[in-house]
């Protein structure tokens, strides 16, 4: 169960969306999650829905495995919806005790749900096509004035590449405690949500100090293989823009422009 | 000539808490491994060869005594990155070694450290995953390999620093059968083939064998030093120390003892059964 969780996962490969620049996947991501939260008609949603579904075509990735990261944060998107459910003005559809639905509090209630499952498959289709190494190394860049400010851009970017490293590590110890304690008589089904959480404990607690046992270990891998922080380090891998990030931007940018010219003219369903 | 060199050397670890007495870990060890050697230390766990094996890369620094690589004071904090570089150390878990996710980018984060420039490090990547047998796997996951491959991932992050001599942790300790040999014919094969220095620290008899040379450790002291076949012939003195001997050398010496005429110092199966033949025949 554990391992559906996809999060930060990455899938190699060769397609149009892996070969783009770390930088401009990052920041066109940043501007589609902004664009779906301005886009408040049909045809600008519809628009943004396109994008996500193209960017997923082209990331040659299959979908079973966008399904799998949505199945995590399902319960998320039910949720917010359906509290929207009764917010929002219009007609009343549905009057039952305190609670009526109107017609606003159903358009609310679908643009929210859409806009969470686009917002997931879009950073989606940023970590599965994007080496964590070039995520990071790209944040590093993106960054870089911050460090103006005395912001620790190298350091930061060197502790996402190690999170993202050890997800999936941490994940299969965290299912191997489990069976462990299971196998010990742990109940982990039954019982209210306290108990529940009570029952995390057994986990949690050997998982923590594990990681603190891994974190010593790497620290002094690190060491041994001359870490010494950003000052005078190389990147195998340098990152650089090619015609197809310029069309990239292209198109991306003309969807923007067409999500705002419909936000502009055409009236608002809010 | 040798290239590892450790002088007197004795080391404690910081009482934890007060009122408690200092450990001793290592007791006056002096050791010399020449360059291109293939040393295996051995010992039981608590004998000082992890320690031992910290200070030939200055990530400790000895109580007393001095440690030397290729004559470089490892006390000198100047030294301390170059001494790295040439000497380099592979750990037990793998898991815990590898810093970036895919493997290829794993074994650049040493030379990137270095600062050596992009076009060299990729020459030196490609290089060390064809001399551990990875190449194939150069843009996987390092999360989906088995303990020998990721094991192998790590030796090369170490190779692509160039180093003179690697030092390794009981790098098989955590793999299985397979993943073991894999990673000790790797091992074998830098030594032969590359010329680099080996300090194989382990507590597997059959790994120990293999080397040029052994030195095992009890307590924080070198108890015995020599070839394999001259190491393994001191039985008994090993077996007071809670050491194994290689199974062959361990059926040979009791034949001998029940009184049967048979060879001493026989180390490997091979050995073991044309020995046997022999005493079947007569």
Known sequence: MIRDITLGQYFPGKSLVHRMDARVKIVLTFVFIIFIFIANNLPAMLLMVGMVLCAMLLSGISVRQYLKSLKAVIIVVALTSVLNLFYGSGDILVQWGFLTIRTGGVINCIFIAVRIISLILFSSVLTFTTSPTDLTDALERIMKPLKVFHVKVHEIAMMMTIALRFVPTLLEETDKIMSAQKARGADMESGGAIQRAKALIPILIPLFVSSFRRAYELAMAMECRCYRGGEGRTKMKSLHMTALDGWAVAISSAACVGVALCVALLPSLF | ?282
């Open chain 2, 1 to 282: 000539m040798e290239y590892l060199k450790a002088e007197h050397v004795s080391f404690f670890y910081d009482a934890a808490e007060e009122g408690e007495q200092a450990q001793q870990v290592l007791r006056d060890v002096s050791m010399e491994i020449g360059k291109g050697e293939f040393v295996a230390l051995l010992g039981h766990n608590g004998s000082g060869k992890s320690t031992m094996a910290k200070h030939f890369n200055a990530m400790l620094l000895p109580s007393g005594g001095r440690v030397y690589v290729d004559k470089m004071d490892t006390m000198d904090e100047n030294l301390k990155y170059e001494i790295r570089r040439r000497v380099g150390l592979v750990l037990q878990n793998p898991d815990n070694q590898l810093v970036a996710s895919i493997v290829e980018e794993d074994v650049a984060f040493g030379p990137e450290n270095l600062g050596v420039p992009p076009a060299e490090i990729r020459r030196r990547v490609d290089a060390a995953l064809e001399t551990v047998g990875m190449s194939e796997y150069a843009s996987h996951s390092a999360h989906k390999l088995s303990g020998g491959q990721k094991q192998r991932v790590a030796i090369a992050g170490i190779i692509a620093m160039e180093p003179d001599c690697i030092v390794l942790d009981e790098p098989t300790a955590m793999l299985d059968p397979r993943g073991r040999t894999e990673v000790m014919e790797t091992i074998r094969r830098l030594n032969r083939e590359h010329g680099i220095t080996v300090v194989l620290i382990t507590h597997y008899m059959d790994e120990a064998v293999q080397a040029d040379r052994v030195i095992v450790m009890d307590s924080g002291e070198i108890l015995l030093e020599g070839a394999p076949r001259e190491v393994f012939s001191h039985v008994e003195l090993l077996r007071q120390h809670s050491l194994d001997v290689p199974q062959a050398t361990e059926l040979l010496y009791r034949l001998g003892k029940a009184g049967c005429t048979v060879p001493e110092g026989v180390l490997n199966e091979e050995e073991c059964v044309a020995a046997l033949e022999l005493l079947l025949n007569e």
